[in-house]
């Protein structure tokens, strides 16, 4: 087997690095999944609508990376907004979670028991998929520049 060269090597960390990793959820599924969630949840980055939807939840656009409780604008619980100032950064595992059962990831996150949620719906299967989705449809991390990877 012939060694790799350094210009293979950094091509393929070029294409691994570039592309998205989401969670092991599956896109495509989450999408399907996603079309419960549009009742009260809109996707949209400023005037692009990706998804239209209802406006009881807040826009999902960007959640993955986001402290929880804070888009901008929109009337949260008290106890989401505790889980934001105590470090809740949303990413894919605790959005699978959390659209599991919001009540219960709450009350545990705080570990309080009387922490609630406004969100009241639950998805039974397809937690990771829907993360996966709102990972695929939120903006993009800057690919690492490979020549730092070989300094």
Not at 41 to 59: A, F, L, Q, R, Y
Not at 103 to 124: C, G
Request: charged residues 20%; contains cysteine; hydrophobic residues 40%.
């Amino acid at each position: 087997m012939k060694p790799f060269t350094l210009t293979t090597t950094i091509a393929t960390l070029t294409i691994v690095l570039g592309l998205p990793a989401f969670a092991g959820g599956d896109v495509a599924a989450g999408q399907k999944v996603f079309n419960k969630c549009k009742s009260c949840h809109t996707i949209s980055n400023g005037d692009e609508v990706i998804v239209k939807g209802g406006k009881t939840g807040p826009n999902l656009y960007g959640v993955v990376g986001r402290q929880a409780g804070t888009y901008e604008g929109f009337p949260y619980y008290d106890s989401i907004i505790a889980a934001g100032q105590a470090g809740l950064v949303w990413d894919e595992e605790k959005i699978a979670q959390w659209v599991q059962n919001p009540k219960a990831f709450l009350r545990d996150y705080l570990d309080n028991s009387k922490a609630h949620s406004a969100m009241t719906f639950r998805v039974r299967k397809g937690g990771a998929d829907v993360a996966a989705y709102l990972a695929s449809v939120g903006p993009q991390p800057e690919p690492e520049n490979p020549a730092k990877l070989t300094n």
